[in-house]
């Protein structure tokens, strides 16, 4: 008998008729003769319900009370999920993240797994009963509290428990059919992908796509989980992710995808010494910031001689904190000022393909400037070119890139519901 983990988003169980469906096929699944493991996220924009609720009785909500409040939208879920099994005549046990030995560490908010001991869960599967886990959630030793893995986390927490399972797949449903060439919203003629590997779903996770969370794609590359994203509206197959391009796949796509992102926030240090530390000094400070940053560019200063502007991107988020802890250093630094930019779009191209093809950045900046699409920075890795642009202008850009690398398909993309935040 085979496992199979199955994760539904919250698009998928949005409301009482979605968890209905849902339940029904998880139970195709195990009447196919599965062991069938579920992990659910909380119903529809639940989760985001539950922040704005939190942000409305505090100014800054304490973070720990922040992951009791959250993880009851997958409570929610999870008890409704078992109960409507339940009533197909199969047995369902839930599970919150603590039952199912989700352990991790202490960080609300963005806690990282650091074991999984599923006894319960193993044992639930022995009886013959389906197991329905909590998502997102987790619970750390130490302080024997409540924890949360981030937004998005439930897709970790499915791959987590397919690797310590030995699971044979770890199904990601969602409310598209897979994985895209584009995002089907922006490009409309985007088409699906069969299979992706790790390294591209992690380049297109980091552009911008949203089909699946990063961190779960970094999990299963570690533990080698086959992924298969795919639609929880249709029975069609959707994209498969692992090692390697299998299956018709004859040689790998030069481009796998074209992802857009308007994430990001760019800030500009002005008229910087130009003397050997200062990058590093400026550097240090960000990283104090807690940020993460992306892109980095350092050029001779417009201003003045003997100085130089270094810009660089990172999350929308992180940026008024960085900003106060550059502007902080600015006099014992040096340099002259900071403008803050958070109207810029990143595009990016991702294949592995391009390991072994030239021209894919002459193609890349010849549809961009056949768009009068002006860049504002570039940079690159064995299997993606980023570039960024103002953010208005990115979904025509992502449109006339995708078509000029001949990613367009004949047919409209469905998209079957969810409002893709
Ligand atoms: N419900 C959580 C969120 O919206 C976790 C998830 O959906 O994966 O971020
Ligand atoms: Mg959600």
Same mark, same amino acid.
């Given at each position: 008998? $085979? ?150 986390? $439930? ?42 590997t790790y390294e591209?779903m992690l ?14 794609v970094?999990?299963?590359r ?19 992710i ?105 595009? $990016? ?29 570039? $940079? ?42």
């Amino acid at each position: 008998m $085979s496992l199979i983990v199955q994760k539904f988003g919250g698009s998928s169980v949005a409301d009482a008729p979605s968890i209905k469906r849902v339940a029904a096929r998880i139970v195709e699944t195990k009447k196919a003769g599965n062991d069938v493991v579920v992990t659910v996220s909380a119903m529809g924009d639940t989760t985001d319900d539950l922040l704005d609720l939190a942000h409305q009785v505090s100014g800054q909500p304490d973070s720990r009370e922040m992951d009791m409040l959250l993880t009851t939208g997958e409570r929610m879920s999870m008890s409704l999920l078992a109960m409507a099994i339940r009533d197909l005549g199969f047995d369902a046990r839930s599970f919150t993240g603590s039952q199912a030995g989700m352990m991790t560490d202490a960080q609300h908010g963005r806690a990282r797994i650091v074991d999984v001991t599923p006894t319960r869960v193993r044992a639930a599967l022995d009886e013959g009963a389906i197991a329905i886990v909590a998502g997102f959630q987790g619970f750390n030793t130490d302080s024997r509290d409540i924890t949360t893995l981030g937004r998005g986390g $439930s897709d970790t927490t499915a791959v987590a428990l397919a690797a310590v399972l030995g699971a044979e797949v770890c199904e990601i449903y969602t409310d598209v059919d897979g994985v895209f060439t584009a995002d089907p919203r922006v490009v409309p003629r985007a088409q699906k992908l069969a299979a992706a590997t790790y390294e591209e779903m992690l380049e297109l996770a980091a552009a911008g796509a949203k089909v699946i969370n990063i961190r779960a794609v970094e999990f299963a590359r570690r533990h080698g989980v086959t992924l298969h994203v795919r639609s929880s509206f249709t029975q069609d197959v959707g994209t498969f992710i692992s090692k390697e391009h299998g299956g018709e796949a004859v040689e790998e796509p030069i481009i796998a995808g074209v992802a857009g992102d308007t994430s990001e926030a760019k800030i500009t240090v002005v008229g910087v010494p130009d003397i050997p530390g200062k990058a590093a000094e400026i550097f240090t400070i960000v990283a104090g910031a807690g940020a993460n940053i992306d892109m980095i560019v350092q050029n001779v200063s417009v201003h003045e001689a003997g100085r130089t502007d270094i810009s660089f991107t990172l999350p929308i988020e992180d940026g008024e904190r960085t900003m106060q802890a550059l502007e902080d250093a600015r006099e014992e630094s040096g340099f002259e000022s900071l403008i803050y930019d958070d109207e810029i779009g990143r595009l $990016s191209v991702v294949g592995a393909g391009m390991r072994t093809n030239a021209g894919v950045s002459a193609q890349l900046f010849t549809a961009l400037s056949g768009a009068g699409i002006n860049i504002e920075m570039i $940079s690159t890795s064995e299997i993606r070119i980023s570039v960024i642009m103002r953010s208005d202008i990115l979904p025509d850009a992502v449109r006339a890139v995708h078509r000029a690398f001949g990613l367009d398909g004949d047919v409209d993309a469905t998209v079957y519901a969810g409002t893709g935040r």
